[in-house]
């Protein structure tokens, strides 16, 4: 089947993040559609406003399809220039804004950059502190701070753990440290002595053996530590463990790590840190 092609602009006078964000959420429920994705940052004056609305028409003459986009735009003068292109535009801050000022009976403060800017600084050093500790405790460094961890993950080589603990760490300021579970731990089938005093901080990640095969791969191919019998042992024995000690885990297998944080979050009982 040939893929129909679509051009989708996200337009904002700020970073674009929340555009790109909600209308990226929105178009993933649609299949069967080629998107060229087109980010316009910082679209504050008139005159980059109308090099936009060149670049919109001059899409809809390439695809054949007029262009959606999304915006944040938040002075009245530039969206009305997109506008005027042949395009659809669904702009947000239209949609829900005017029935939030009614009903809160207030205008809006038309201020860009509020949702990703320094207005709450708390907030915004809260979570350069929280990234700062996950760099500092990652692949089970420094455990003697272990104790100052929101969340300690742990798992198996290449099992996912750092990169939730950043997005942890960025997303909702969450300090997160990871501790690796190593084959010379295996015959042991106890928690390396590190992890018995934070046992109430631990959270398991596990994975299908075919996944982390695949993943070994890429990074020693054909090595003892990529087999697939290599990763079924160590996956069978890590899952052991986490049941033995009642450690809380989770199958990454499948879920992306926004869910894997969201899950991990509900399933601890953790608050997100940011917008204090």
């Known amino acids: 089947m040939i893929k129909q092609r679509r051009t989708v602009f996200y337009l904002s006078d700020r970073t674009g993040i929340t555009a790109e964000t909600l209308g990226h959420s ?4 649609f299949d069967g559609i080629d998107w060229e994705i087109i980010n316009v940052p910082f679209l504050d004056d008139l005159e980059k406003a109308r090099l936009v609305l060149v670049q919109i028409n001059h899409a809809i003459e390439r695809d054949g399809q007029r262009p959606l ?25 239209e949609t829900f804004i005017n029935p939030i000022e009614v009903e809160l009976n207030q205008p809006f403060a038309r201020m860009a950059g509020r949702s990703h800017g320094l207005q709450h600084h708390w907030s915004y050093f809260k979570r350069i502190a929280a990234i700062n500790y996950v760099l500092a405790h990652d692949d089970g460094v420094n455990p003697k701070n272990f104790a100052d961890a929101d969340i300690i993950l742990i798992g198996v080589s290449r099992s996912g753990k750092t990169p939730t603990c950043l997005y942890l760490g960025l ?3 969450i300090a997160a ?3 690796p579970l190593t084959e010379e731990d295996m015959p042991a089938l106890q928690l390396p002595k590190v992890l018995e005093n934070v046992r109430s901080k631990l959270f398991g990640l596990t994975l299908s053996a075919a996944q982390l ?17 290599q990763c079924q042992q160590e996956i069978q024995w890590q899952e052991s463990l986490f049941r033995q000690f009642n450690i809380p885990y989770l199958d990454t297998t499948r879920i992306s790590i926004e869910e894997i944080s969201a899950i991990i979050l509900n399933r601890c009982g953790l608050k997100r840190q940011l917008y204090g």
Do not use: M, W
């Not at 929105?26 to 429920?29: A, S």
């Not at 695949?214 to 697939?228: D, G, M, T, V």
């Open 171 to 173: 997303q909702y300021g």
């Open 26 to 29: 929105l178009l993933t429920q």
């Open 177 to 179: 440290a990871n501790y």
């Open 213 to 229: 095969h695949f993943i070994r791969q890429e990074r020693r191919p054909n090595s003892q530590y990529a087999s697939l019998v």
């Open 69 to 93: 986009v999304f915006s944040t735009l938040l002075q009245p003068e530039i969206l009305t220039i997109i506008k005027q292109a042949n395009c659809r535009v669904f702009d947000f801050f």
